[in-house]
């Protein structure tokens, strides 16, 4: 259940490192594929599992909702509420890599060498792999300064980025035959 908790938790974090800070509440997407490795799914039923997700965090994350998305089957909509938020706030702060790393990528003339130089200067341990002519995937070795892999693609308008867990990442380059 930890994994689904940290992760809205970098979610609420990253979210204030872009936006700034205004207690709302906030909403993330997942498949259900990434819920079943964020929640341990194994052989549970998902409603099970996200039922106990829900009574186990109601007392930090709040009263958070878990909803399949009418119109997109196997898509699911986490709601973490205000109070959720402002715990998180009260709690946690955005880790000065990710501060950092927004930064670098908001700026208007980014680049990939200056990417590469921030994650460098947080680790000399960093896998970047080129996905393809536009895109590249960069993570740290050492899970504890970051633990995601952070998809950049290259496009008009510049440098753009996806966070995925590892997991997650994997996956989908294993279904892409990467």
């Not at 992760?7 to 800070?21: A, P, T």
């Not at 008009?156 to 994997?170: I, Q």
């Amino acid at each position: 259940m930890k994994k689904l908790e940290r992760n809205l938790i970098d979610n609420i974090l990253e979210s204030e490192v872009k936006l700034g800070c205004a207690s709302t509440p906030v909403t993330s997407y997942y498949p259900e594929s990434s819920l079943d490795e964020l929640l341990d799914r194994n052989n549970d039923e998902l409603p099970v599992k996200i039922a106990e997700f829900l009574e186990i965090e109601k007392d930090c994350l709040g009263k958070v909702r878990i909803e399949e998305l009418g119109d997109e089957k196997g898509r699911y909509a986490v709601r973490v509420p205000i109070e959720g938020f402002d715990w998180v706030r009260a709690n946690y702060q955005p880790s000065d890599f990710m501060k950092d790393f927004v930064q670098e990528i908001r700026k208007p003339d980014n680049t990939l060498a200056g990417i590469t130089d921030l994650f460098k200067r947080y680790s000399p341990e960093v896998s970047i792999i080129k996905v393809n002519e536009n895109a590249w995937a960069f993570y740290f070795s050492d899970e504890n300064i970051d633990p995601y892999v952070y998809y950049i693609e290259q496009n008009v308008f510049g440098l753009e980025y996806h966070r995925f867990t590892r997991e997650s990442y994997n996956k989908m380059m294993s279904e892409a035959g990467k």
